[in-house]
């Protein structure tokens, strides 16, 4: 007999990377940006610190809400177009037969095969035929809430992390130059990884995520600045 190949293809990975690139890319960003508002304003390192702390919880709770929130919405609509097929199927099953045969005709098959295929695939799985070619919802492509939202607050924790490493580290005077600088450093190298991961293009990717991280830090710099000096 033999042995079968699993390929590994990268769409395996669009549900976690896509949240655990979001999640780090705006946990280096707002955190940054945060840090920076506060010390262009004239703010202690104290205040500073707890601004960037507060920053972080808040940023990861929230990117887990709205991960949640948003995946579930998905999750159901798959949940209700599944089980309106259900009731589909058991009221006319010949005419889902031919809606499947119809739809690989459309993808170039003959209608004597397709009709083969179609017969043959719904008498394997029936409602898994319809979900992945009338549908579009496959396994590796389906809303998976919970690990959405844990890797969109954990991944927002650890790039939250590193502009509070080097608030913390670096002298008070040096903090307008330092966290822009290193947090645009991890924005390239974040944008770097997921470009490779998803096999973009790696100067692209860093590029992407650089700029929209600069004019978000300068922003708010200025924002702070302003603020500072009128009150």
């Not at 954990?154 to 939250?160: L, P, R």
Request: glycine letters at 12%; charged letters at 15%.
């Amino acid at each position: 007999m033999p042995v079968r190949h699993k390929e590994r293809h990268r769409t395996e990975r669009i549900g976690w990377l896509r949240a655990a690139v979001l999640g780090a890319n705006d946990g280096i960003v707002s955190t940054a940006s945060l840090v920076l508002g506060v010390a262009a304003a004239n703010g202690t390192r104290s205040n500073i610190l707890v601004a960037g702390v507060a920053g972080l919880v808040a940023g990861a709770m929230a990117m887990a809400a709205g991960e949640y929130v948003s995946v579930h919405s998905q999750a159901d609509t798959e949940g209700a177009e599944l089980e309106r097929e259900r009731t589909e199927l058991k009221a006319d099953d010949e005419g889902e037969h031919r809606e499947l045969a119809a739809i690989y005709v459309g993808r170039g098959l003959d209608p004597s095969l397709a009709k083969l295929v179609a017969d043959q695939l719904m008498a394997h799985d029936a409602i898994g035929a319809h979900a992945r070619d009338e549908l579009g919802i496959t396994e590796t492509l389906s809303a998976r809430p919970i690990q959405a939202a844990l890797a969109s607050a954990c991944s927002f924790a650890v790039g939250a992390a590193m502009p509070l490493l080097v608030t913390a580290l670096a002298p008070q005077a040096s903090l307008i130059i330092l966290v822009p600088a290193t947090s645009l450093l991890f924005l390239a190298l974040l944008g770097a990884l997921a470009a490779s991961a998803g096999g973009a293009g790696v100067t692209v990717g860093a590029i992407r995520v650089t700029f929209w991280g600069a004019l978000a830090m300068g922003l708010t710099a200025g924002v702070g600045a302003l603020f500072g000096t009128i009150v």
